[in-house]
């Protein structure tokens, strides 16, 4: 078996990877809204912000779809509060659009910190389309 994997790795044409082949990854945290949001952007270029449908998803069942986008976009995709690799939080209460709101607008907030370009563009689904609808700009 090790010696069918080390065949695999000296097979695979690695070494043809050109700096126009790689996409720059960013992954973390931004405290927004008093919570941790986990956040990832893939790619260069014009930013657009992803919000997944839920709640309760995350972000990676869009990655296999999205991730051609990241040629010519920065794509910046959010986990929602108590979804996928955010912070959950005890009180059901604190899960409203106004909150989920202030969430994606503290990561817009730090990512616009970190890039040239504000990350302005969405694209979302499901109940993440209300939270869009309420982000100003």
Do not use: W
Not at 87 to 103: A, L
Request: with cysteine; proline share 8%.
């Amino acid at each position: 078996m090790r010696i069918l994997l080390l065949a695999f790795v000296a097979l695979c044409p690695f070494g043809n990877i050109t700096a126009t082949d790689k996409y720059p990854i960013e992954e973390g945290f931004a405290d927004a809204n008093a919570l941790l949001i986990y956040y990832m952007q893939i790619g260069a270029g014009e930013p657009l912000v992803i919000l997944h449908g839920g709640p309760g998803a995350s972000h990676e069942y869009l990655l296999p779809y999205l991730l051609p986008l990241a040629r010519n976009n920065r794509l910046i995709f959010i986990d929602e509060r108590g979804s996928g690799r955010s912070q959950k939080i005890e009180d059901p209460s604190g899960y409203t659009i106004e909150n989920m709101v202030e969430d994606v607008e503290g990561v817009s907030s730090f990512a616009r910190t970190r890039q040239d370009q504000p990350p302005r563009p969405f694209l979302r689904r499901s109940t993440s389309a209300g939270v869009r609808a309420q982000v100003p700009g």
